[in-house]
Nanobody, 128 residues
Framework: HVQLVESGGGSVQAGGFLRLSCLAS????????MGWFRQAPGKEREGVAT?????????SDSVKGRFTLSQDNANAKNTLYLQMNSLKPEDTAVYYC?????????????????????WGQGTQVTVS
């Protein structure tokens, strides 16, 4: 049973920062992409950043240079982090952690959300 639990969301002023965490548990395939998506009110879910088996990351153009995705696999715990700096009001959304994506998600390619099989419950990020 795979479970993804996000944390770290909150409210922050423009220019501020937040760090999201996603703790993955269960029998999670290791050779598939994981990543972060977000969904703002009235908008479709969009890819933010993904990471593949080799640690290669891809970012959406809107967050490139401001957000950093990292992964910690120490002690048999698979945790994804999304460091978000220089936050803008347009970053306001519910942020979702996703796993069991395709095997390829590097070189700037962000797979669509329907290619990911596991999702967290989401964490709200509000930038004012």
């Amino acid at each position: 049973h795979v479970q993804l639990v996000e944390s770290g969301g909150g409210s922050v002023q423009a220019g501020g920062f937040l760090r999201l965490s996603c703790l993955a548990s269960g029998s999670l395939p290791s050779n598939y992409c994981m990543g972060w998506f977000r969904q703002a009110p009235g908008k479709e879910r969009e890819g933010v950043a993904t990471i593949d088996l080799n640690g290669s990351t891809s970012y959406s153009d809107s967050v490139k240079g401001r957000f950093t995705l990292s992964q910690d696999n120490a002690n048999a715990k698979n945790t994804l982090y999304l460091q978000m700096n220089s936050l803008k009001p347009e970053d306001t959304a519910v942020y979702y952690c996703a796993a069991n994506g395709p095997t390829y998600c590097s070189g700037g390619y962000l797979p669509p959300s329907d290619e990911f099989g596991f999702w967290g419950q989401g964490t709200q990020v509000t930038v004012s």
